[in-house]
């Protein structure tokens, strides 16, 4: 069957899938995203294009880590609250991607 343009992008960029019903009808299924995808998603858009080995990383599901100041990661990913434990929920999604997202501060930094 062929798709038109849009709907092939669609599907080639994991936003819905398809179920054919017969050779001339098909019926599209919209991806559910989790709570945390949606949460995260622009702080993981944000990381990736700071930090280029990320995308692959994530891609072939390799270990990834990433070592940043807070100053540094207030500015990738903004919070109301410009403190290390403000990044602890995004540490947690990461982990579950295989990246181990180290956020210091210059009082807490080891020498």
Not at 30 to 48: C, G, I, K, V
Request: net charge negative; aromatic share 10%; hydrophobic share 35%.
């Amino acid at each position: 069957m062929e798709y038109s343009f849009y709907l092939q992008r669609m599907l080639e960029n994991d936003i819905v899938s398809y179920e054919e019903i017969d050779s001339s009808r098909v019926i599209l299924i919209p991806r559910q995203y989790s709570q945390e995808e949606s949460l995260f998603e622009d702080d993981l858009a944000n990381l990736e294009a700071r930090f280029p080995d990320l995308s692959v990383a994530l891609l072939n599901k390799a270990s990834y880590k990433i070592e940043i100041s807070l100053a540094e990661i207030v500015q990738i990913c903004p919070r109301n609250r410009q403190r290390i434990d403000s990044y602890d929920r995004l540490k947690r999604y990461l982990l579950t991607k295989g990246v181990e997202l180290i956020v210091y501060s210059q009082k807490t930094k080891k020498n």
